[in-house]
């Protein structure tokens, strides 16, 4: 089963930096997901990447395939940023049924 | 377009009672999910669907059932409930596996 990790646990950064949340995994996968999960509780999916880079608003994720690392970059970062940033991948290649990992909790101060 | 709508939003159970948590989406999603989230923990899948009248268990199924009679509602039941149930759950959907999930806004049940 595909083992994740994300690194840092925990992040609390000022207003307007620079974000970035990694996310290793151990098993070849066929894309990853990036998702959001509000101080609420609700949970928001933000990107699917397979290669690349994919880009939304201020939002930024890229993956490493030969590498199995994926990094979720924020850029001018802003305090309705503060969330949950969860890194999903399939169990293994083939079977594309998610694991998760346990997230990031971000805090922007302003 | 509502998404996926689950219900109740809170639930206090007592030790051995049974319930049944709602899912239904809109978005004629053929994949349903259902997963607990524990303190501290990742997302864990109880059970899951590819379409009405298929179903299959997912990492901790244990103490839980689900049916897929349409595509539109993926119920959760709880037959005899015990703390160790005590958590929050989502239900999920997607259009086909690994596409973009869609989740409802959690269930949140404290088993007394």
């Known amino acids: 089963k595909n083992e994740v990790e994300q690194s840092p646990q925990n992040l609390t950064a000022q207003e307007g930096e620079f974000i970035t949340i990694n996310c290793s995994y151990s098993?070849?996968?066929?894309?990853l997901h990036w998702l959001q999960q509000h101080p609420g509780g609700g949970i928001v999916s933000l990107f699917m990447?397979?290669?690349g880079k994919k880009k939304h608003g201020r939002l930024i994720a890229t993956i490493n395939i030969q590498e199995k690392h994926s990094s979720l970059h924020i850029t001018a970062s802003h305090p309705r940023d503060s969330a949950v940033y969860i890194c999903?991948?399939?169990?293994?290649?083939?079977?594309?049924?998610?694991?998760f990992g346990t997230g990031t909790r971000l805090t922007i101060i302003p | 377009n509502a998404g996926v709508t689950q219900t109740p939003k809170f639930r206090i159970l007592k030790i051995g009672q049974s319930m049944t948590l709602q899912c239904t989406q809109d978005?004629?999603?053929?994949?349903m999910y259902w997963y607990r989230q524990d303190p501290g923990m990742g997302l864990k899948l109880i059970y899951y669907?590819?379409?009405?009248?298929?179903?299959d268990k997912g990492e901790v199924p244990n103490g839980y059932n689900v049916s897929r009679s349409t595509t539109e509602d993926f119920p959760l039941r709880l037959e005899l409930a015990a703390p160790s149930q005590t958590s929050v759950y989502f239900c999920?959907?997607?259009?086909?596996?690994?596409?973009?999930?869609?989740f409802g806004s959690g269930t949140r049940l404290t088993v007394v």
């Open positions: 999920a959907s997607s259009h086909a596996e690994g596409g973009g999930y869609t």
């Open positions: 098993v070849g996968i066929s894309a």
């Open positions: 990447l397979s290669s």
């Open positions: 999903a991948v399939p169990f293994n290649f083939g079977n594309e049924k998610l694991t």
């Open positions: 978005m004629n999603h053929n994949y």
């Open positions: 669907s590819v379409g009405a009248g298929i179903t």
